[in-house]
């Protein structure tokens, strides 16, 4: 049974930073391509950033420059530093995890499994 267990949310101010944690069991962890969304009250459940097992990162446009993804293949775990927030980051966070090694993960089709999410909230 794959599980991906997301840790780290919280309530922060405008400019803070936070460390989102996911932790993968069930599976095979360099056999995955590892993500971020989030999705905020009222839309639809966006890409933020996914990392390929070699650990190339990719973003959405809106966080380049301010989060980072990390992986550490030793401890089936994947990471999304985010500095300087800001309100507009507010949302639940989902972990993402898309079977491959050299996949993307840019759509919420593409996810093979899914975190339970965990709650961002920016005030300013």
């Not at 079977?99 to 993960?105: A, Q």
Request: net charge positive.
């Amino acid at each position: 049974q794959v599980q991906l267990v997301e840790s780290g949310g919280g309530l922060v101010q405008t400019g803070a930073s936070l460390r989102l944690s996911c932790a993968a069991s069930g599976l095979t962890f360099k056999n995955y391509v590892m993500g971020w969304f989030r999705q905020a009250p009222g839309k639809e459940r966006e890409f933020v950033a996914y990392i390929w097992t070699g650990g190339r990162p990719f973003y959405a446009d809106l966080v380049k420059g301010r989060f980072t993804i990390s992986r550490d293949n030793d401890k089936n775990t994947v990471y999304l530093q985010m500095n300087s927030l800001e309100s507009e980051d507010t949302a639940i966070y989902y972990c993402a995890a898309r079977r491959g090694v050299l996949t993307s993960v840019v759509a919420p089709g593409f996810v093979d499994y899914w975190g339970q999410g965990t709650q961002v909230t920016v005030s300013s």
